[in-house]
């Protein structure tokens, strides 16, 4: 399942992965994939912000800002049966992010 383009906080630094796989493991997406002993991001947008792989990455290479964005905002309002909302619109004149 996909959420929205390009509005993910997901970030993997190559640099500090090791490879473990664990990523892969816990991730209910399939965001990641291990190519030349390090884990990738394969699509970003797949990603649902739960946090999972950065709470079991053993080398801390993942950063993501779990349960905010635009991707909670559509699970809450499948949940609710309301209007997505993700607290970006309007006041800081950027728009809804939604």
């Known amino acids: 399942m996909k959420y929205l383009s390009n509005v993910t906080t997901i970030s993997l630094t190559e640099e500090k992965c090791t490879g473990c796989g664990i990523c892969l493991e816990v991730c209910p997406h399939h ?12 699509d970003k ?5 739960c946090g999972a792989c950065m709470m079991n990455c053993p080398s801390q290479a993942l950063f993501v800002d779990k349960g905010v964005g635009c991707a909670a905002a559509l699970i809450n309002s499948i949940i609710t049966g309301g209007d997505p909302t993700c607290g970006c619109s309007g006041d800081n004149g950027k728009g809804s992010c939604c």
């Open 31 to 42: 965001v990641f994939v291990i190519e030349n002993r390090k884990a990738s991001l394969v």
């Open 45 to 49: 947008d797949r990603c649902m912000e």
